[in-house]
T-cell receptor
Framework: AQTVTQSQPEMSVQEAETVTLSCTYD???????LFWYKQPPSRQMILVIR??????QNATENRFSVNFQKAAKSFSLKISDSQLGDAAMYFC??????????????FGTGTRLQVTL | NAGVMQNPRHLVRRRGQEARLRCSPM?????VYWYRQLPEEGLKFMVY????????ESGMPKERFSAEFPKEGPSILRIQQVVRGDSAAYFC?????????????FGPGTRLTVL
């Protein structure tokens, strides 16, 4: 079974600074997707960034980028130029490449990010 | 707004009553997933459905819980004889099912409170 581990229950960053959230996962599969979702106080789950395991290039979305280390099964999220609106719970998630029944997301326990002035 | 719709947003039930949660997927999506989030925890997969078919229900409790996604209308997650431990946020997600583009987009969730 696949597992996703987020070892940082809480993180804090000053506005305009950079922060990195950690995520490791365990799988025997070679083809899969990794995601970071953001959950603000509204509880809405918002997709931040997605990475295909077969791509060596790290995904980036504006101020958000990942460091994907496939051999180490590590998938960290870097937030640059942090803004107050980045304060939220961040969940790392894993999914096998779509093969019919294997489409569920497996989530980590989350990291609560605080952004201070 | 063509996003995933869930209703109601908040639902209060007394122990022993039934809860029905509804999910309308994004336009063009035919795959629906239900997840449950207990307080201060991550989301846990419950069930994956396509139109008129349950594909994977490995995360569904064996009793009292059922899900459907009929040919017409929204997907329904039904909880019979609710207990206090069912209090949680229930999220629905949808996807197109297309290989290589199968990102799941989430609805706003239904927060169920059992008194």
């Amino acid at each position: 079974a696949q597992t996703v581990t987020q070892s940082q229950p809480e993180m804090s960053v000053q506005e305009a600074e950079t922060v990195t959230l950690s995520c490791t996962y365990d799988t025997s599969e070679s083809d899969y997707y990794l995601f970071w979702y953001k959950q603000p106080p509204s509880r809405q789950m918002i997709l931040v960034i997605r990475q295909e395991a077969y791509k060596q290039q790290n995904a980036t979305e504006n101020r958000f980028s990942v460091n994907f280390q496939k051999a180490a099964k590590s998938f960290s999220l870097k937030i640059s130029d942090s803004q107050l609106g980045d304060a939220a719970m961040y969940f790392c998630a894993y999914r096998r490449r779509n093969t019919g029944t294997a489409s569920k997301l497996t989530f980590g326990t989350g990291t609560r990010l605080q952004v201070t002035l | 707004n063509a996003g995933v719709m869930q209703n109601p947003r908040h639902l209060v039930r007394r122990r022993g009553q039934e809860a029905r949660l509804r999910c309308s997927p994004m336009k063009g999506h035919s795959h629906v997933y239900w997840y449950r989030q207990l307080p201060e925890e991550g989301l846990k997969f419950m069930v994956y459905l396509q139109k008129e078919n349950i594909i994977d229900e490995s995360g569904m409790p064996k009793e009292r819980f059922s899900a459907e996604f009929p040919k017409e209308g929204p997907s329904i997650l039904r909880i019979q004889q609710v207990v206090r431990g069912d209090s949680a946020a229930y999220f629905c997600a949808s996807s197109s099912g297309l290989a290589g583009a199968d990102t799941q987009y989430f609805g706003p969730g239904t927060r169920l409170t059992v008194l």
